[in-house]
């Protein structure tokens, strides 16, 4: 039986691999009365492929889903205490396994990507910045990924903070998703006291993967271009194509959201 009301909803199969880790309701209060995979399909649907032109509001939701501000009261809940991230992870696990790995990476590729704002400067709790060497006025995002390009860590700053400074970020959000990490590999502006700092602190150690000086044009570097395929599966949702949200934590939630959904259309292949 199909319940897709949109073909971008998520599919029977897919609903059985997430819906056990979607947290009860909170105990008192009102007791929940929405349809918890309609606000899965809302979220997943609104935030990622119901963009057309220049991306869109939660207000404008169809009103096939639930009311579109108790879906971003999910939303943002579930960005807050870490739910989305949890999900994420587990997946992940489990896709890992599913193609014979480990489920604990143990090596990874780290990269940034520098994306346009769409947000006007000075909106309270909106971060953005000029990114000197791209050109670009907005925020950037510093990806650690595994070798099979699904997501470990993220975090997103202005766009004028350094790579090494958003590489400890990352670093120092870890936690236990990166305790079996041993090799991380990185483009040439990561070495530098950076490689020190992480050597100090970490067991795992950066591997600097650079162009030779006789590659001329476009040129595809081993491990390097894991992340960079990443990057170009987050730029296909067009919710991610530009920085639309006000804050980076909603970006973050956007870029798990986006992966997980990624993973589940595999998981349930």
Known sequence: ?????????????QWECIKKYIPPAKPGGRPRTLEMRQIINAILYNAILYIVVGGCQWRMLPRSYPNWKSVYHYFRQW??????????????????????????????????????????????????GYDKGKGVKGRKRHLLVDTLGLLIGVVVSAASVSDPAGAKMVFKRL???????????????YRGQLLEWVTSRFKFRLQPVLRSDDMKGFVVLPKRWVVERTFAWLTQYRRLSKEYEVLTA?????????????MLRRLAS
């Open 175 to 189: 936690g236990g998703t990166g305790k079996e990490l041993r090799k991380i590999w990185v483009d040439g502006t």
């Open 79 to 128: 960005r807050d205490d870490g739910t989305w991230r949890r999900i994420h992870d587990t997946l992940r696990a489990q896709l890992r396994r599913k193609v014979g790995r480990h489920k604990h990476a143990t090596a990874g590729c780290l990269d940034s990507q520098s994306v346009k704002s769409c947000q006007a400067w000075g909106v309270r709790g909106h971060i953005s």
């Open 1 to 13: 039986m199909n319940n897709q009301t949109y073909p971008t909803d998520l599919t029977d199969r």
């Open 250 to 262: 909603s970006s973050e939630a956007m870029i798990y959201i986006a992966m997980t959904r990624l």
